[in-house]
């Protein structure tokens, strides 16, 4: 890693080392969600209560989010300013849906008279999903933030800024695809596939 | 006041943090002393065990989480800017953010003391012990026990950590000097760069850990709760996760003090420079891979436990190295036996001891004997108080003139060296004897068996003399803040860019910054000018012959 890159602009790094934080964070969540798989009745569990296929559907716009928020970028240092809003307003539809997808799923598992303490599948599955979408909430307050400084016109030199929650927002999708990996597609794969 | 309060200046940021763990510091030795007179003999009932279980948690979460961590981290806010020769670090304010979680958290912790009784889990917190069943409260806030306190209280403190991690690692990418490439950093920023990663990686651990056990306690789910499905060990394998790498946050920082104050009084460049700065990222690397040794008695398999043996003894392998660097430092150096060389020559000696006895634990046969035993407690006390404690120490003497501008009385400094060096082995050196007769650690008293009345009774001795000796060094930091003599920019001669600059630095550290043309700068630069000097007186004298 050359150093020089953020030389200008030491916020990049700094959020990069956040989410290397973060990861291990995770990690260990993670983990625990497969550590305790196929013990008592969890796979069983997970199979009767979650649905990959609409979960699959709102994943895909956290998903493209990213493109989004990566469009955002890019526009915003090309200076043109009207795109930057509709890809930055975008990125933040997409979440808000992918975020409805969580509430559809959690509802449904509720509805069933579950909650967190219930067992250990409903343990482990709201303890990871539910920091995954604390995260991706704390990425929508800040992408508003962006989006309504730029309404403001307060947006000069805030690429840094645009850059900073760019990697947070990816880190945010990337921690989705494995926990969709492990969750979903681990559970289902021989209904499925 | 208000200046403090809301000061962004690394400088200020480092004292506070400073004196938060001395203040902690003080109160984690009174409980540590309380429990020493409760086992000073046999059958003592100065402490009952409710209180003595909260008193040994209090104690070593205070050290590990409110006064190691808090201290080092502390000392490198305030000495890694000076050192790479920047103006402060990368981020300030999350700089001021992080330091204030750590009081926070740590007067969260301490509250629970008066609303419900502190943990009695022990710092690591096993379950089922830290789970409701075991550890719930019945004070005036209702059925919260003291491990609600304590993993909340610590999950702040762990986040403050974490933000300071992040600040000095871009800090040190970020703001080195022109010249200062990484070849050419002190060895006390290598090594606080290496701590800061593994508190990047390791703290998350334990607050994911943290949460599931809150959870656990508050929201019915059972990780860790065999009775509704859950694993203990898994609790065993995420505390130790995080829990092995803490010992090297905790040590590699003293690693850095003494890498400084070694070259400095042995009049020396440090031997094998890119040695101590390679073995420090080799133990930063397997320290996170050693992590099981401290569950051999679990009950894990052979071929685990056979890798996590092996793998604990390879690791004193590049702290083997870092011991040979700083002797062969001092071999030959022209030594000025002042304070500061004389703790760093206690800690080689000291942790060398601590190290030792660490080695009997990697084999597992003699750990499964000596685990639980007061053999352990000798051991990390030798690591923490014989290691981290006394190049704190060694570092404190050694750039208490750079903080406050006065020097320490050296009178005082030997007074607190030898009442600490004898407090410190009449303390803990009896007690690797009583771990192998079998006394078990966290015990609140114990029968009359042979042997066991006299050697705690030394221990407890050794311990009011280990006392005697922290108020000498409390009193001498008093005396000289006042009368202590004036310090001077250098007055040690040493050679790294703190020492450029006024004691104590003034606001945004340098008029200008030094060049920086070696591993000394302050050495090469007087070298570059005196052979500029002679050159110059050289040219003088032929042109008069001529
Ligand atoms: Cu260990």
Redesign the pocket.
Same mark, same amino acid.
């Given at each position: 890693m050359s150093s020089s890159r953020f030389a200008d602009r030491p916020a990049l790094l700094g959020v990069l080392l956040f989410v290397t934080s973060e990861t291990a964070f995770f990690a260990l969540l993670i983990v625990t969600y497969v550590h305790f798989f196929g013990q008592s009745s969890t796979a069983a569990m997970a199979r009767a209560h979650l649905d990959p296929f609409r979960t699959g559907i709102f994943s895909l716009f956290l998903f493209s989010s990213s493109f989004a928020v990566w469009r955002a970028e890019r526009t915003g240092r090309a200076n043109r300013i009207g795109r930057r809003r509709f890809w930055l307003a975008a990125t933040i539809a997409l979440g808000i849906v992918f975020l409805a997808g969580q509430v559809l799923e959690y509802a449904g598992i509720l509805r069933s008279g579950l909650g967190l303490g219930s067992n250990l599948f409903t343990s482990t599955f709201f303890t990871l999903t539910g920091f995954h979408a604390a995260h991706v909430l704390v990425g929508l307050v800040m992408l508003s933030i962006l989006l309504g400084l730029d309404l403001a016109n307060a947006t000069n030199a805030r690429s840094g800024a645009q850059q900073s929650v760019s990697i947070y927002w990816h880190f945010v999708d990337g921690v989705w695809v494995v926990i969709f990996a492990i969750v979903y597609v681990l559970t289902f794969r021989g209904i499925i596939g | 006041m208000l200046d403090w309060a809301s000061t962004v200046d690394h400088k200020k940021i480092g004292i506070l943090y400073m004196l938060t763990a001395l203040v902690f510091f003080v109160i984690g030795g009174l409980e540590a002393l309380a429990m020493r007179i409760q086992l000073s003999r046999p059958n003592n009932t100065f402490l009952g065990p409710e209180t003595y279980n909260q008193l040994f948690t209090m104690h070593g979460t205070t050290m590990i989480f409110l006064v190691g961590m808090p201290l080092l981290i502390g000392l490198a806010i305030y000495l890694v800017p000076l050192m790479i020769g920047a103006r402060d670090m990368a981020f300030p304010r999350l700089n001021a953010f992080g330091y204030w979680l750590i009081p926070f958290g740590g007067l969260l912790i301490y509250f629970s003391f008066f609303a419900t009784g502190a943990s009695t889990a022990g710092w690591f917190s096993y379950p089922p012990l830290s789970l409701r069943n075991y550890t719930l409260g019945n004070g005036p806030f209702g059925n919260v026990g003291g491990v609600d306190y304590w993993s909340i209280g610590l999950l702040i403190v762990g986040v403050g950590s974490v933000a300071s991690a992040i600040n000095l690692i871009a800090t040190i990418l970020l703001l080195r000097a022109p010249g200062m490439g990484f070849g050419r950093m002190p060895l006390f920023c290598w090594l606080i760069f290496v701590t800061a990663a593994l508190i990047l990686i390791a703290i998350p651990a334990l607050n994911a850990a943290l949460v599931m056990l809150f959870f656990d306690r508050r929201f019915g789910t059972a990780f860790f709760d065999p009775t509704g499905g859950g694993s203990p060990l898994l609790w065993q394998n995420f505390f !130790?996760i995080f #829990? *092995?790498p803490e &010992?090297y946050i905790l040590i590699l920082p003293a690693f850095a003090i003494i890498s400084e104050v070694i070259p400095v009084f042995a009049r020396k460049p440090i031997y094998g420079y890119e040695f101590v700065a390679g073995s420090g990222v080799s133990i930063g690397l397997f #320290?996170l891979f &050693? !992590?099981a *040794?401290?569950m051999f008695a679990a009950g894990l398999s052979q071929g685990v436990t056979i890798w996590f043996g092996a793998a604990?003894m390879l690791i004193a392998v590049p702290t083997g190295v870092k011991i040979f660097n700083w002797i062969g430092t001092l071999w030959g150096g022209s030594l000025r036996f002042r304070t500061p060389l004389l703790f760093a020559l206690a800690f080689i000696l000291q942790f060398t001891v601590g190290g030792l006895s #660490?080695i009997v634990f990697a084999t597992i046969a003699l750990d499964w004997q000596l685990t639980d035993t007061y053999f352990v407690v000798a051991h990390l006390h030798y690591v923490l108080f014989g290691g981290t404690v006394f190049a704190v120490f060694a570092g404190t003497y050694y750039w208490f003139p750079k903080f406050t501008g006065r020097m320490l009385s050296e009178r005082l400094g030997r007074w607190h060296l030898w009442l600490a060096v004898i407090g410190l082995n009449a303390t803990f050196f009896v007690q690797h004897m009583l771990g192998v007769m079998g006394m078990p650690r966290r015990v609140y008293t114990y029968g009359d068996f042979p042997g066991w009345a006299l050697a705690n009774g030394i221990s407890t001795v050794g311990a009011v003399i280990l006392g005697s000796s922290i108020v000498v060094f409390l009193w001498n930091m008093y005396v000289s803040l006042r009368h202590g003599d004036i310090a001077g920019d250098n007055p040690w001669d040493a050679w790294t860019l703190e020492w450029a600059t006024t004691s104590p630095p003034q606001p945004e550290n340098f008029d200008t910054v030094p060049p920086v043309l070696g591993r000394r700068p302050l050495y090469e630069l007087t070298a570059q000018r005196e052979s500029a000097n002679r050159r110059q007186s050289v040219g003088r004298g032929q042109e008069i012959v001529l």
């Open positions: - | !130790w #829990g *092995h &010992v #320290g &050693v !992590w *040794h401290h604990s #660490g």
